[in-house]
């Protein structure tokens, strides 16, 4: 492949044009074509882009061989088919978040994928922002002691999905932003919602995680709320840390503060918990689009093979919890095991060649037989 990478774009909704934006002004990349069934948005694209050729047909992008990878960003109802005629056509393939509608289509393009020697990317966007970075390398130094749990809440008045509910819609990113941090796999999960405005889909959620290192995580999720509200907190044993997207410059405020049970006493009078108040910290965050820095990752990706931090696993993964949150909601919020991803997977892979994943943890070299032109993102070096 030539160090110039030629993308397609398949949807210009609200999204796609962000990522068109992204990969057009990126060295090393041009978007060739952009595809849309809605002509006024194609329109729209052609105003701001004369050189990027538009078209209604999907098929023009897959049949066109100068386009190296295909970014899909249009309904989740419709990744599944694009991303797999997408990977079929030996296209290097993007999928914005969630990657589908269920684990059993997620697992089938991975193993697409994996059989072609392609890289798959989820748009998990806040896992390459400057904050979230910061958060995973603070909790993975230690500073603030074991993490005990995360909570989170993204809320704001709409916009409501006709296809999904507000799980699906919201909770993938604070998901991948859990998973990422926590560093744990999943056990399970217990979701409970309310169908305010249409019927079948939920506007309100909870959800509730726990992790096999003993982790546990809240999630809330909300179309009804009069605020937009963007808040997670990671409380740790000695210090927690509080993340607020919408502030613009200080989006992590870190808290020298914690809750110590004495380690022994003989009478319930003597019991005390004692509660430490220190300092607080606002590092500095260095700007930068997370979305610039998603799509460089991918393009990297593709020219050395390495596996993106957001891969086909981890949107599967996401997926996995999604799907368990649907089963909860329907059982009025009762438990829903999580079966382990990496295990379940290593076993199908000793049966059949399909749907076979290298985690980190199992990848014992690099993907292919493709020369090493470039390295990772020099700012994800420490993450990774
Ligand atoms: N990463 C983020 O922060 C972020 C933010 C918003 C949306 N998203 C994701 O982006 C995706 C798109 O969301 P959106 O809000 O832009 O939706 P949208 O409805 O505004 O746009 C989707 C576009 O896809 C087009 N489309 C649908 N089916 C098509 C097909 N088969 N072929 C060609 N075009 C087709 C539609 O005509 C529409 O223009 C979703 O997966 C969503 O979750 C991600």
Not at 66 to 91: F, G, N
Not at 315 to 339: F, Y
């Amino acid at each position: 492949m030539d160090t110039q990478i030629n993308v397609g774009v398949v949807g210009c909704g609200y999204w796609g044009p962000n990522l068109i934006r992204n990969f057009q002004f990126l060295p090393n990349c041009k978007v060739g074509k952009v595809a849309d069934l809605n002509q006024e948005r194609l329109g729209h694209i052609k105003q701001l882009y004369p050189d990027i050729e538009v078209t209604t047909e999907f098929d023009h992008i897959l049949q066109d061989d100068s386009i190296d990878a295909i970014a899909i960003a249009t309904p989740v109802w419709t990744h599944h088919e694009l991303a797999k005629k997408s990977l079929k056509a030996r296209k290097h393939t993007f999928i914005e978040k969630p990657m589908a509608s269920s684990t059993d289509q997620c697992r089938e393009l991975v193993g697409l994928a994996k059989n072609r020697n392609l890289t798959l990317m989820v748009g998990h966007t806040y896992i390459y922002s400057a904050a979230v970075r910061r958060i995973k390398e603070i909790v993975d130094s230690g500073d603030i002691g074991k993490l005990l749990y995360i909570n989170t809440q993204r809320l704001n008045l709409g916009l409501f999905q006709k296809d999904i509910n507000v799980t699906w819609d919201l909770a993938p990113h604070d998901l991948s932003i859990i998973l990422h941090i926590m560093d744990s796999a999943p056990v399970s999960v217990n979701c409970q919602g309310r169908r305010s405005k249409k019927a079948g889909i939920e506007d309100v959620t909870n959800m509730s995680l726990s992790f096999k290192n003993g982790g546990f995580a809240i999630v809330q999720s909300s179309w009804l709320d009069p605020n937009k509200v963007r808040r997670m907190t990671f409380v740790g044993s000695n210090r927690m840390i509080f993340f607020d997207d919408n502030e613009t410059l200080e989006k992590i405020r870190i808290y020298d503060k914690r809750v110590e049970a004495p380690p022994h006493y003989d009478s319930f009078v003597e019991f005390q918990y004692s509660y430490h108040h220190g300092d607080q910290y606002v590092p500095h965050l260095k700007q930068a689009e997370p979305l610039k820095t998603m799509c460089e990752v991918f393009l990297e990706s593709i020219v050395s093979g390495e596996k993106p931090l957001s891969s086909g696993f981890e949107g599967l993964q996401v997926v996995q919890l999604l799907e368990a949150a649907s089963e909860s909601l329907k059982l009025g919020g009762a438990k829903v095991k999580i079966p382990d991803l990496i295990t379940t997977m290593m076993g199908e892979a000793q049966e059949s060649d399909a749907g076979v994943y290298e985690s980190n943890a199992v990848r014992k070299k690099p993907r292919g037989e493709k020369e090493q032109t470039q390295v990772t993102h020099p700012s994800l070096r420490a993450v990774r």
